[in-house]
C-alpha cells in the first residue's frame, strides 16, 4: 500500500520560506505513470493545487504561485520537496502531497488517488 | 486561472438523491474530459471519488456517479447515507500540466 508522509517546520516566519519534504514508502517514485504534487488548503477554506513534478525532475507550477514556488525531487531517498519563499499569512495552510496518475496503461488521466494525511504551517512572527 | 464553481452546500435525507455542479470554463471542465472529484471529512485528507468524468476508483460505492455538459461537471450521490456527510470538491485539467480546484461544496444529511 502506497503511503506518503508530509514532513517540515510547522511554523515559518513572515517574509522567510517555508520547505517541505513529502516520502513516499510502499512503492518508487521512479515511476513515469506518475506525477508528484502538492496541494494546500488555508483553514476553513478550499483545496489549492501548487504545482507538480516528475521522477526526472520536471516540475510544473500555479501560475499564481509560479514565482515564489520550486518542487523537486530526490529519487535516491523517495522524495520530493517544496519551497515556498516569501511567505505571508496567506500562506497559512494544510499542505498535502499526493500522487498524480498520469497514464494507466496507455490511457492518460488527470486524478490524486494516494494522499497524505497533510501538515499544518502556521505563518507567524 | 479561476477556481472552479461549486455550491456552497446541498442537503438531502437518508436515502435521497443530491447533485453538486461544478462550473468552469472552455480552458479547463469544457476542454477535456479530466475531472475528478473529492470526499474531505473534517480533520481527514480527501478521498478520491472519480475520475474522468465518471469513473469509480476501487472500492467506492456505486451510488457516487459523474457526468458532464459543456463546461459544467457534475457529481450525483443516489441513496444519501449518514457517512456520505462530508465536503466535495471537484477538480479539472486545465492544460500544460495545470490543475484547478473547485470551491468546495458541504453535503448534509437531513
Known amino acids: 500500500q502506497l503511503q506518503l508522509q508530509e514532513s517540515g517546520p510547522g511554523l515559518v516566519k513572515p517574509s522567510e520560506t517555508l520547505s517541505l519534504t513529502c516520502t513516499v514508502s510502499?512503492?518508487?517514485?521512479?515511476?513515469?505513470?506518475?506525477?508528484w504534487v502538492w496541494v494546500r488548503q488555508p483553514p476553513g477554506k478550499g483545496l489549492e493545487w501548487i504545482g507538480s513534478?516528475?521522477?526526472?525532475?520536471?516540475?510544473y507550477y500555479s501560475p499564481s504561485l509560479k514565482s515564489r514556488v520550486t518542487i523537486s525531487v530526490d529519487t535516491s531517498k523517495n522524495q520530493f520537496s517544496l519551497k515556498l519563499t516569501s511567505v505571508t499569512a496567506a500562506d497559512m495552510a494544510v499542505y498535502y502531497c499526493?500522487?498524480?496518475?498520469?497514464?494507466?496503461?496507455?490511457?492518460?488521466?488527470?486524478?490524486?488517488?494516494?494522499w497524505g494525511q497533510g501538515t499544518l504551517v502556521i505563518v507567524s512572527s | 486561472q479561476s477556481a472552479l464553481t461549486q455550491p456552497r452546500s446541498v442537503s438531502g435525507s437518508p436515502g435521497q438523491s443530491v447533485t453538486i455542479s461544478c462550473t468552469g470554463t472552455?480552458?479547463?471542465?469544457?476542454?477535456?474530459?479530466?475531472v475528478s472529484w473529492y470526499q474531505q471529512h473534517p480533520g481527514k485528507a480527501p478521498k478520491l471519488m472519480i475520475y474522468?468524468?465518471?469513473k469509480r476508483p476501487s472500492g467506492v460505492p456505486d451510488r457516487f456517479s459523474g457526468s458532464k455538459s459543456g463546461n459544467t461537471a457534475s457529481l450525483t450521490i443516489s441513496g444519501l447515507q449518514a457517512e456520505d456527510e462530508a465536503d466535495y470538491y471537484c477538480?479539472?485539467?486545465?492544460?500544460?500540466?495545470?490543475?484547478?480546484f473547485g470551491t468546495g461544496t458541504r453535503v448534509t444529511v437531513l
Open positions: 499526493t500522487r498524480r496518475v498520469y497514464t494507466s496503461g496507455i490511457v492518460f488521466r488527470g486524478d490524486f488517488d494516494y
Open positions: 510502499g512503492g518508487s517514485i521512479s515511476n513515469s505513470d506518475f506525477y
Open positions: 513534478v516528475s521522477y526526472t525532475g520536471s516540475a
Open positions: 472552455s480552458s479547463d471542465v469544457g476542454a477535456y474530459n479530466f
Open positions: 474522468d468524468v465518471n
Open positions: 477538480c479539472s485539467f486545465a492544460g500544460s500540466h495545470t490543475f484547478v
